[in-house]
């Protein structure tokens, strides 16, 4: 079993930045393809970006260019640098480990709103 953990979700305005972190329960990036998705209410989770254990990453049409997912391997976390944020990214951000099982975190809430 894998436990993550989000943090750092908040409220903040438009144009913001953000930072969230998901610390996994003990140390799987190399098997594991890890990913950030969020939910908006009535709509589909979908996913933001994502990043394999070489460092190759993928993002959303919709946040190219202002969001980096990355990952620190000493802290089984990575991370998601949100910058000019818009009022349309307000969801449930979501970590996703993907691999020979899947496992998903509680999620935590972002609300970008003046």
């Known amino acids: 079993q894998v436990q993550l953990v989000e943090s750092g979700g908040g409220l903040v305005q438009p144009g913001g930045s953000l930072r969230l972190s998901c610390a996994a329960s003990?140390?799987?990036?190399?098997?594991?393809?890890m990913g950030w998705y969020r939910q908006a209410p009535g709509n589909q989770r979908e996913l933001v970006a994502r990043?394999?254990?070489?460092?190759?990453?993928t993002y959303a049409d919709s946040v190219k260019g202002r969001f980096t997912i990355s990952m620190d391997n000493a802290k089984n976390t990575v991370y998601l640098q949100m910058t000019s944020l818009k009022p349309e990214d307000t969801a449930v951000y979501y970590c996703?480990?993907?691999?020979?099982?899947?496992?998903w975190g509680q999620g935590t809430q972002v609300t970008v709103s003046s």
């Open positions: 996703n480990a993907r691999g020979p099982a899947r496992y």
């Open positions: 003990r140390s799987i990036f190399e098997t594991y393809i």
């Open positions: 990043i394999m254990s070489g460092g190759t990453t």
